[in-house]
C-alpha cells in the first residue's frame, strides 16, 4: 500500500509559479512510475507529467517548457515545479502511483494505469 499526500498548491497571478510535492509513505515496487493529473471543474483528469523509476519523464504539450517534473529518493517526495502559470492551468492536481513502468513513458495520460492517489491539491490561477 502507498500512501500520498500532495502540497504546495494555492492561488497565483497569471505568470506565476507554485511547486508542488508529493511525500509518498514508502518508495517501493509500487512506485515505478510516479505522475500529475489535474482536473478542472467539468472536466476529465488530465495526465500532466510522468516519471519512472529510470527517470524517463514525459508531459502534456500544454505543459512542456513551463512545468518540471522530479524526484527525491532520499526523501521519498515527487514534485512538479510549475512556472508561467495561467488560467488554464487551474485545477485540482493529484499525485499518482503505479508498479506498470513499462506502460509509464506512453500511457502517462491514462489514469486506470495508476493505482494509488493522492488527495489533491488545488491551483488556482488569476488572470
Known amino acids: 500500500q502507498v500512501h500520498l499526500v500532495e502540497s504546495g498548491g494555492g492561488s497565483v497571478q497569471s505568470g506565476g509559479s507554485l511547486k508542488l510535492s508529493c511525500a509518498a509513505s514508502?518508495?517501493?515496487?509500487?512506485?515505478?512510475?510516479m505522475g500529475w493529473f489535474r482536473q478542472a471543474p467539468g472536466k476529465e483528469r488530465e495526465g500532466v507529467a510522468v516519471?519512472?523509476?529510470?527517470?524517463?519523464?514525459n508531459y502534456a504539450d500544454s505543459v512542456k517548457g513551463r512545468f518540471t517534473i522530479s524526484q527525491d529518493n532520499a526523501k521519498n517526495t515527487l514534485y512538479l515545479q510549475m512556472n508561467s502559470l495561467n488560467a488554464e492551468d487551474t485545477a485540482m492536481y493529484y499525485c499518482?502511483?503505479?508498479?506498470?513502468?513499462?506502460?509509464?513513458?506512453?500511457?502517462?495520460?491514462?489514469?486506470?494505469?495508476?493505482?494509488?492517489w493522492g488527495q489533491g491539491t488545488q491551483v488556482t490561477v488569476s488572470s
Open positions: 516519471i519512472d523509476s529510470d527517470g524517463n519523464i
Open positions: 514508502t518508495y517501493t515496487n509500487f512506485r515505478h512510475c
Open positions: 499518482a502511483a503505479s508498479s506498470l513502468r513499462s506502460l509509464c513513458y506512453n500511457e502517462y495520460k491514462n489514469p486506470r494505469i495508476f493505482g494509488y
